[in-house]
T-cell receptor, first 112, second 114 residues
Framework: DTAVSQTPKYLVTQMGNDKSIKCEQN?????MYWYKQDSKKFLKIMFS???????INETVPNRFSPKSPDKAHLNLHINSLELGDSAVYFC???????????FGSGTRLTVV | GESVGLHLPTLSVQEGDNSIINCAYS??????FIWYKQESGKGPQFIID?????DKRQGQRVTVLLNKTVKHLSLQIAATQPGDSAVYFC?????????????FGKGTKLSVKP
């Protein structure tokens, strides 16, 4: 079983569209995250979320919104997609904020 | 600002040699450090971690060294194999930080020549 799974693996869409990326973890972890990896491989935190608290990186545009239907899922919704949103997005989870993170395999988003 | 950086963006080694990947961090309050390996088309994979109250930790073929005096972290890979070819990231965590999230460095690409 995949510990942290993301869908889709690839997503190609036009500017202005709204899209969602789904993430599920079966590790029983309390906290989930979204990271963005740019073309230079730099990984940057976007959100962290547990059942008590959502922490948003202030540099993330409000077009991006995380949605968590339950503790095992943290989906990423993006409105009005822009060319600069093209990147690989990684979901991750950890038992608590102080432990190591387990990452999904990534979703490559291409905005055309 | 807080940042985690790497001295070398690329490293090429001969199969069987030892590899050393270096990382400098600027936040002296960081409590926890992790090395991740990312292969092409995959997510970062945990390799080894170390807490700030230690200066060395060993795993299978890997060793992490932490020098808090100069804020330096290194990953040593013994007898490097072709399967070790990947991008390696160091990451730091400050338990008491405002966000408490894992902050990643820029990555070093390791290429192993057969």
């Amino acid at each position: 079983d995949t510990a942290v799974s993301q869908t889709p693996k690839y997503l190609v869409t036009q500017m202005g569209n709204d899209k969602s990326i789904k993430c599920e973890q079966n590790l029983g972890h309390d906290t989930m995250y979204w990271y963005k990896q740019d073309s230079k491989k730099f990984l940057k935190i976007m959100f962290s979320y547990n059942n008590k608290e959502l922490i948003i990186n202030e540099t993330v545009p409000n077009r991006f919104s995380p949605k968590s239907p339950d503790k095992a899922h943290l989906n990423l919704h993006i409105n009005s997609l822009e060319l600069g949103d093209s990147a690989v997005y990684f979901c991750a989870s950890s038992q608590d904020r102080g432990g190591s993170y387990t990452f999904g395999s990534g979703t490559r988003l291409t905005v055309v | 600002g807080e940042s985690v950086g790497l001295h070398l963006p690329t490293l090429s080694v001969q199969e069987g040699d030892n590899s050393i990947i270096n990382c400098a961090y600027s936040n002296s309050a960081s409590d926890y450090f992790i090395w991740y390996k990312q292969e092409s088309g995959k997510g970062p994979q945990f390799i080894i971690d170390i807490r700030s109250n230690m200066d060395k930790r060993q795993g299978q073929r890997v060793t992490v060294l932490l020098n808090k005096t100069v804020k330096h972290l290194s990953l040593q890979i013994a007898a490097t194999q072709p399967g070790d070819s990947a991008v390696y990231f160091c990451a730091e965590l400050n338990y008491g930080g405002s966000q408490g999230n894992l902050i990643f460095g820029k990555g070093t690409k390791l290429s192993v020549k057969p």
